[in-house]
């Protein structure tokens, strides 16, 4: 019962600094997404995939890139931290639209990142 | 762009309240959802409509889509301390988005 799994759960980096954020899911979903949640602002999305090998931008995509090389798995990554990517990240993967209403999204559990 | 309205952004709930929060648009979407997050973890699914007027329940949780496509409500009936969290709504045509929450917090 694994469901989409994050790692890691906490990360501290130096503004500079590059780490990347890695998502598993094992429900042979075709859509994976990574969010940023921030106080008061909600879930916003940072990019997307709807498959493997294809990724697409979200509503927040600047400073971070992603790759989907397997379909089970969605990176996020940061190439120079910013203080302003100090937030908890949520990857989340959902069934194809065909048949399936878009939207039933299913979470894991977030990574804490803070930036200094 | 497209935005979801949602309120309260916060309330305090008491043992066995009954609990209303709602999200506007002035978009139309052809599903919604609401999901709920407890602390520390990543939100969960309680309930997803998929057409105008349709009113779903989930035991003490019930929501409607809205006639005009443009807004849902969710309802907690008796509510109980493992209530607490934040809940969200989501809009989809084909990409979903979010509402900023509700915080549900108790009485002190």
């Known amino acids: 019962n694994a469901g989409v799994t994050q790692t890691p759960k906490f990360r501290v980096l130096k503004t500079g600094q590059s780490m990347t954020l890695l998502c598993a899911q094992d429900?042979?979903?075709?859509?994976m997404y990574w969010y940023r949640q921030d106080p008061g602002m909600g879930l916003r999305l940072i990019h997307y995939?709807?498959?493997?090998?294809?990724?697409a931008k979200g509503e927040v995509p600047d400073g971070y890139n992603v790759s989907r090389l397997k379909k089970q798995n969605f990176l996020l990554g940061l190439e120079s931290a910013a203080p302003s990517q100090t937030s908890v990240y949520f990857c989340?993967?959902?069934?194809?639209?065909?048949?399936?209403?878009?939207?039933?999204?299913?979470f894991g559990e977030g990574s804490r990142l803070t930036v200094l | 762009g497209q935005q979801l309205n949602q309120s309260p952004q916060s309330m305090f709930i008491q043992e066995g309240e009954d609990v209303s929060m709602n999200c506007t648009s002035s978009?139309?979407?052809?599903?919604w959802l609401w999901y709920k997050q407890d602390p520390g973890e990543g939100p969960v699914l309680l309930i997803a409509?998929?057409?105008?007027?349709e009113l779903t329940s989930n035991g003490r949780l019930t929501a409607q889509f809205g006639i005009t496509r443009k807004d849902s409500f969710l309802n907690i009936s008796a509510s109980i301390p493992s209530d607490v969290g934040i809940y969200f709504c989501?809009?989809?045509?084909?990409?979903?988005?979010f509402g900023k929450g509700t915080k549900l917090s108790v009485k002190p």
């Open positions: 989340a993967s959902s069934y194809t639209g065909r048949g399936r209403p878009a939207g039933e999204l299913f």
């Open positions: 429900m042979n979903h075709e859509y």
């Open positions: 995939s709807v498959g493997e090998g294809t990724t």
């Open positions: 978009s139309i979407f052809n599903t």
């Open positions: 409509l998929y057409k105008a007027g």
């Open positions: 989501g809009g989809s045509q084909g990409n979903l988005i």
